[in-house]
């Protein structure tokens, strides 16, 4: 009889994506932690869109403006960093908190878990630049190739993307090199906070078994110390006033600034709308008389305080609907009970005009 021949052991194929040492733990207590990790992320992310002033509105479309990836606006926008420099601190430890707490969720649990992370940043803070960027870092650090023996260097290689996205977008425009150099003094702080929060998470993490509750507790503190830096520093009261007072000055709105109706009323009279609605009234048909009458009537209609019904006006000139608004803006800043929210509202002042250029 021929001996028989033993089969040669197949090589264990292993996957692209890692999982991490903190999902060895018991599946139950990994998810409570986890959750309450997005928790306290989804409010950092909501306390960054407060400091700065940002609106999402289409945070999906914003991926592709450039304008939308620009971070220069932020340090200057509601409350500047060359007025209040602890706002540089402030916005770096936002920024690194972000970074840090998302790297090392994809570290140490897996990619999947950090995907919530990332629509935060993109939806609640209004960062599709860095949502882009975090997506890269927490493939690479989630990677079989790219997990070394020291968790630390690899995540201090996989913070690549986002230097790379604070070098390019992070600078304010068209200024003087002194206030572009300061203006990166931000990202810089976010850079060693991320690096600062890693080394804190895996060391006390490598002596307690990377527990699920570490990078919870880790968030939470830095959060609550950076509330704390900003309320002892600068306080919500300035932050309200240059977010819905100064940043609202009638000098600083386009409808309440000197205009030209030379223009306007060139393209009012030949809007074919228009002219059947004059000839319906027995307006001159004189291209000249008509623009003298045009003319009459616009002074004469806002004198009181309204425009003639004839006119298509463009958002520039609709100052009557933006006086509204900028009193609602300022009722909001002297209301003693406003929430930090600020909910929407009406409000019905009296009003006041400027005058127009004919």
């Known amino acids: 009889m021929e001996p028989q021949q033993l089969e040669s052991p197949q090589p264990l194929v292993k996957s692209f994506m890692a999982i991490g040492p903190t999902l060895h733990y018991s599946h139950r207590n990994v998810q409570l932690f986890w959750f309450l990790t997005l928790v306290v992320f989804c409010g950092l992310c909501l306390v960054w869109s407060r400091?700065?002033?940002?609106?999402?509105?289409?945070?999906f479309t914003n991926l592709f403006h450039a304008e939308a990836w620009g971070l220069g606006h932020t340090g200057t926008s509601v409350i500047s960093i060359f007025e209040y420099p602890w706002q540089i601190l402030i916005l770096g430890l936002?920024?690194?908190?972000?970074v840090a707490c998302t790297m090392l969720t994809a570290?140490?649990?897996?990619?999947s878990y950090s995907i919530p992370l990332i629509l935060a940043v993109l939806l609640l803070a209004g960062l599709p630049g860095l949502a882009v960027s975090l997506v890269i870092s927490c493939v690479g650090v989630a990677s079989r190739p790219l997990r070394f023996r020291s968790r630390i260097i690899s995540f201090a290689l996989c913070l690549a993307p986002q230097v790379?996205?604070?070098?390019?977008?992070?600078?304010?425009?068209?200024?003087?090199?002194?206030i572009w150099g300061i203006s990166f003094a931000p990202w810089l702080i976010a850079w060693l906070v991320a690096l600062i929060e890693a080394g804190i998470v895996l060391g006390v993490g490598h002596l307690t078994r990377y527990r699920p509750s570490v990078l919870f507790t880790t968030m939470l503190v830095l959060l609550?110390?950076?509330?704390?830096?900003?309320?002892?520093?600068?306080g919500i009261d300035e932050l309200d006033y240059q977010l819905y007072v100064v940043r609202n000055a009638p000098?600083?709105?386009i409808q309440f600034q000197e205009h030209s109706l030379t223009g306007f009323i060139d393209r009012t009279m030949n809007d074919p709308g228009v002219r059947q609605y004059l000839a319906g009234f027995f307006y001159p048909t004189d291209p000249i008389e008509l623009r003298k009458t045009l003319v009459r009537e616009i002074q004469l209609e806002l004198t009181y305080d309204r425009w003639p019904n004839w006119v298509k006006l463009p958002d520039e000139l609709d100052y009557q609907q933006k006086r509204l608004w900028?009193?609602?803006?300022?009722d909001r800043f002297i209301r003693p009970?406003?929430?930090w929210w600020m909910p929407e509202q009406t409000s019905n002042k009296s009003p006041y005009c400027r005058g127009f250029v004919l």
């Open 164 to 178: 790379a996205y604070w070098g390019v977008f992070g600078a304010v425009k068209d200024t003087d090199p002194v």
């Open 326 to 330: 900028l009193i609602d803006r300022y």
């Open 251 to 253: 000098d600083r709105v």
């Open 94 to 98: 936002c920024m690194g908190t972000m």
């Open 51 to 59: 400091l700065t002033g940002t609106s999402v509105t289409d945070p």
């Open 337 to 339: 009970d406003r929430p």
């Open 224 to 234: 609550a110390g950076t509330c704390s830096l900003f309320e002892a520093t600068i």
């Open 107 to 111: 570290q140490l649990l897996s990619f």
